[in-house]
């Protein structure tokens, strides 16, 4: 898979998870220790998050990093 298809689908599998949870941006920007520009960034697809800001924002949202980023 091309890096910029999966730099897509975890920007939008984090913006699909953020809206499930009722977080705004700055809530989980804060709760997940980035700022609130960058998570901006990640969910438009326009940041390349390293997998530690990805679990990061996993934790702060309570899922599973395999529910952005699904291997199967």
Avoid at 15 to 25: G, H, M, V
Avoid at 56 to 65: F, P, Q, R, S
């Amino acid at each position: 898979m091309v890096k910029k298809e999966i730099i897509k689908i975890v920007a939008e599998n984090i913006r699909i998870e953020r809206l499930r949870k009722r977080f705004s941006q700055e809530k989980l920007a804060e709760a997940a220790d980035i700022t609130q520009n960058y998570l901006s960034m990640i969910e438009k697809g326009t940041a390349n998050p390293s997998i530690v800001v990805v679990i990061k924002i996993c934790k702060a949202l309570g899922i599973d990093l395999n529910t952005i980023y699904p291997l199967t």
